[in-house]
């Protein structure tokens, strides 16, 4: 079979039931992206003679003859496709792998059909950016610029990989062919897992003969090959952070779908066919899906083994992971004496990170025999240590590299691929490829934790709270990866933003046999601040106050202690430098005023698609905020050692172990570092999160990007400036004769081609001439600051149908200094976007057996462009003296309060509180016929 793919000729036959998208990426065509596989999120989009279709689905044997186009192929480097241009200038994308796709469908579009984008979009998801700046690129609106020499922090400018990433030709995780310089020049080899059909059972007998005489077949891998060493899947600055509790292959299984065997082979077909040879006897054990059942008496228990110190898991016998109970002052006796009280329990839903890259890890031995993996990760150092560990390998022994990496959101904070490759490159001694399907994704990586909060206020009549309760207990799953810090996280900032003299939190972080929960963007607090601010929301409502006002009589101010249920605890938390929350519901309040003049706003009306709005019973109309604060970075350490060096040119190479994965921070890190050192972004070269290249990293989690690794590149640029420098003023000082006192005359002035000494302008060239000119900077992310957000929306409820459709959306954030707006603004909206989706219709659901039932994006609804509403993003104007040139982190914190903010105004539409997210149309239409009985 014959056919042209971006001007190149193929010759290629497709295997039986072969789809496009493989047949291209076996061709060693990496712009089309895995996404879901089954044509729904168009990550594999493409052109066949000029049409746009999804590979993934289209049978390769329809190409014989024809012509595919892929934003390879658009246009050229030099002269990219309109559309490609369009993206790069409006910064429409953040980690990327959703965009190759996106502008291939979109230079389909003519100018009549613009207006018709949300349906001809409707196929190519997005999770990162919220679709406006995608929309932006769409109308032509350029939002990015250029930055002068030194001036390059506060400007929008774009991402270094922009050109890469709108061509298609970025480098994600599995876009290097085996034969590429990182991985082995031997044919691949492919890893498949066959899933445990049980929640709870033990393997009696396991018979692998007839898997390991199937053709193809190299290893299978069971039980008896695990290196018998536990770890936890979710990773650390610290190890101990999480509990010892799982094996790279167990016999005990505890929930559906976790690996029983793998199986290495020529391909992933043979892979899977030898997965379904494998016999397995199982005893099957009682399981327990509810974390409120697994702690009642004589329920089955997930880890009851594991019951020494060194698993660190608090009460094996109860099924919980971790625990905090706690009190200061006597809240029953504040609530006793409350001129008005609030008591209600919330509970939240399982949520997918759905990021549009799933997880994937390629192994192999390089020429010195040390494993090299190539992976999926936020967090490379930390997984290389702790594969050092599991398979007792010394550090140095193993490299790991992330290049970019297509949406991480905390789900790759977790290990969850790099040790089943390594145990078979291990075994085999053959690179090896092990990729999650987008079922796995669902079925099998953690997902954002399930709470159950009950949360009592008391106030006085005035509104000063008096008693704050919140009671919390989280379904964790099997495992207990991030099960301690998400549980000691959902019950910090959400309680001790709030000043009140009667605290009191209850916190339990439970295993069940459901598939394991995991970091997720906001660690928990976003599910506690729906309670909490919930009820904050009806608090003002029984005192019949202002909800703004009610917020500001007991927010937190500077000087005031950050306290949860401790006053005496010790913190590295501080807030007094920079102080935006008084602004942030100050700007959103007037936001959400009726009469407000703003044409911003105006300019963000809805999207959505549905019945159209009118004055009828028929809808009913609300307005909610909630607010949020959420440290800049995770206590207990983060650690950055990074190094910048002036190279040949004037360019500057900086080396940072932090991966990129959507999160902007490698654009931040440029205009740092240009800005330190009086030159433009565009000259600063970026290597980073891999482990040989660069110096140590805690990794990209907690929002720590910026205000940790973007701190000590600060540092370090800074540093390096006084050796350019000093060395340029000694070079002048040795060609030049000397005044009598010995001064050289004007001072030094560092330029983007050189060093300028009065009238003597010395090259970098000249600099170099003497040797490397590298400076290194570290920081160890404390102290820590505060961020805030407030959210406010206004909302219509369609009563027959319980639709809720955001009429307006603002946030205000504080994050500091703003570095790049544009990118800011993005995260706002991205995070905002991913929250409405949790709040009004995404839902991992669970049978009650464990049974994950939403195993696609076609069940899994995940916000399409016609999805989404705009929100407003508006910025508080503090500088904060722990962040780098006064920023402060804002990637999490968006997410957190848009939940209780969309609940309380349909609260404030129906009359009935939502008590459950999500608040799909159901559960609303049921709210507002409870509303208007
Ligand atoms: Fe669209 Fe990440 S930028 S999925």
């Not at 977790?414 to 075994?427: K, N, S, W, Y």
């Not at 006085?460 to 549980?487: E, F, K, P, R, W």
């Not at 040797?771 to 805030?788: E, I, N």
Request: one cysteine or more; glycine letters at 10%; a negative charge.
């Amino acid at each position: 079979m014959r056919f042209d793919v971006d001007g190149h000729r193929h010759d290629a036959d497709p295997q039986p039931g072969q789809v496009l998208r493989t047949l291209l990426r076996d061709q060693g065509v990496t712009a089309v992206k895995k996404g879901c596989d089954s044509g729904d999120c168009g990550a594999c989009s493409v052109l066949v003679d000029g049409d746009p279709v999804h590979s993934c689905i289209y049978p390769a044997h329809r190409i014989d003859g024809r012509r595919v186009t892929t934003a390879a192929g658009l246009g050229t480097p030099d002269a990219p496709h309109p559309v490609q241009r369009a993206f790069a200038d409006a910064a429409a994308f953040q980690c990327g792998f959703c965009t190759a796709g996106m502008v291939v469908t979109a230079s389909t579009f003519g100018p009549d059909d613009l207006a018709d984008h949300h349906r001809r979009l409707k196929g190519n998801l997005c999770r990162c950016t919220g679709y406006r700046a995608i929309e932006d690129a769409l109308a032509g609106v350029v939002n990015t610029t250029c930055a002068a020499p030194g001036d390059a922090v506060g400007t929008s400018v774009r991402a270094p990989a922009a050109a890469r990433i709108v061509s298609g030709r970025e480098e994600y995780t599995l876009d290097v062919p085996p034969t590429g310089d990182v991985m082995s020049t031997e044919a691949l080899l492919h890893l498949a897992v066959l899933g445990s059909p049980h929640a709870h059972a033990r393997i009696t007998a396991i018979d692998t003969t007839a898997a390991e005489a199937l053709p193809g077949v190299h290893a299978v891998l069971t039980w008896r090959d695990d290196p018998g060493v536990l770890f936890s899947t979710g990773r650390h600055e610290s190890r101990l952070d999480d509990p010892d509790d799982t094996l790279v292959l167990d016999r005990v299984l505890r929930f559906r779908g976790q690996r029983v065997a793998a199986v290495v082979a020529d391909s992933v077909r043979i892979a899977e066919q030898a997965c379904a040879l494998v016999e397995v006897t199982y005893e099957v054990l009682p399981s327990v899906h509810d974390a409120d059942a697994a702690r009642a008496p004589g329920a089955p228990l997930v880890h009851g083994e594991k019951t020494t110190a060194e698993h660190r898991i608090a009460e094996p016998g109860r099924n919980v992971v971790a625990a905090l109970h706690g009190e200061t002052g006597d809240v029953d006796a504040a609530l006793a004496t409350a001129a008005a009280t609030v008591e209600g329990t919330w509970s939240t839903g399982r949520v997918s990170h759905a990021a549009l890259e799933t997880h994937a890890t390629r192994g192999r031995f390089d020429d010195e025999g040390r494993l090299v993996l190539r992976t999926a990760t936020q967090v490379p150092f930390l997984v290389r240590d702790e594969i050092a560990r599991v398979f007792g390998l010394e550090p140095d022994r193993v490299r790991v590299v992330a290049k970019r990496v297509g949406g991480g959101f905390g789900g790759k904070q977790e290990l969850l691929t790099e040790d089943l490759v390594t145990l078979a490159v291990l075994r085999t001694g053959r690179t090896v490829q092990y990729e999650f399907s987008r079922r796995d994704e669902f079925t099998v990586a953690p997902t954002r934790h399930p709470m159950r909060v009950r949360v009592r206020l008391g106030a006085t009549a005035d509104g000063t709270l008096t008693a704050l309760h919140v009671d919390q207990s989280m379904d964790t799953g099997a495992y207990g990866n991030h099960g301690i810090g998400v549980m000691f996280h959902s019950v910090s900032e959400s309680v001790a933003v709030y000043r009140c003299a009667n605290k009191r939190v209850d916190a339990e972080s439970v295993y069940t046999n459901n598939l394991p929960s995991g970091a997720f963007r906001g660690y928990g607090l976003g599910q506690v601040v729906f309670a909490v601010e919930s009820a904050m929301d009806e608090l003002a409502r029984r005192l019949d106050l202002d909800p703004f006002a009610l917020r500001r009589r007991n927010v937190v101010v500077p000087g005031d202690p950050l306290v949860v249920t401790d006053p005496d605890e010790e913190t590295d938390l501080h807030f007094d430098g920079s102080y935006g929350l008084d602004q942030c519901l100050d700007l959103v309040q007037r936001a959400l005023t009726p009469d407000a003049d703003t044409a911003a706003r105006d300019a963000l009306l809805p999207r959505m698609d549905g019945p159209a709005l009118d004055d009828s019973a028929d809808w009913a109309y609300g307005t909610g905020m909630a607010l949020a604060a959420i440290a800049t970075l995770p206590p207990r350490g983060h650690h950055a050692h990074v190094t910048v060096e002036l190279t040949a040119g004037g360019r500057y190479r900086i080396g940072v172990g932090t991966a990129e994965f959507g999160n902007g921070t490698t654009t931040v890190h440029t205009q740092l570092v240009a800005t330190a050192l009086g030159t433009t972004p565009d000259r600063v070269d970026v290597h980073q999160s891999d482990t040989d290249a660069t110096r140590y990293d805690t990794g990209a989690f907690g929002s720590a990007g910026v205000v940790v690794a973007g701190k000590a590149l600060y540092a370090a640029a800074t540093a390096l400036r006084e050796q350019v420098i000093a060395r340029a003023l000694t070079l002048v000082a040795d060609a030049t004769p000397r005044t009598a006192s010995g001064v050289l005359g004007p001072a030094a002035v560092l330029g983007v081609d050189g060093v300028r000494v009065g009238d003597v302008h010395v090259a970098f060239e000249d600099l170099l001439a003497d040797g490397p000119l590298v400076a290194h900077g570290q920081h160890d992310g404390t102290p820590r600051s505060l961020a805030f957000t407030v959210h406010g929306v206004r909302v219509a409820v369609h009563r027959p149908t319980g639709e809720v459709r955001v009429l307006q959306s603002v946030q205000a954030v504080d994050a500091g200094t703003v570095l790049n707006p544009e990118q800011l603004r993005g995260q706002v909206e991205g995070g905002a976007a991913q929250a409405m989706g949790s709040t009004l219709y995404e839902e991992v659901v669970l049978d009650g057996a464990g049974r994950v039932t939403t195993d696609s994006f076609r069940n899994y609804r995940v916000p399409k462009i016609s999805d989404v509403p705009a929100t407003q993003v508006l910025f508080a104007e503090t500088h904060d003296p722990l962040g780098p040139l006064g920023a402060k982190s804002m990637s999490e914190a968006p997410y957190n309060p848009v939940a209780p903010a969309v609940a309380n105004a349909v609260r404030d539409a129906v009359g009935v509180r939502p008590y459950r997210l999500p608040m799909t149309r159901d559960r609303v239409w049921a709210l507002a016929e409870e509303g208007t009985c």
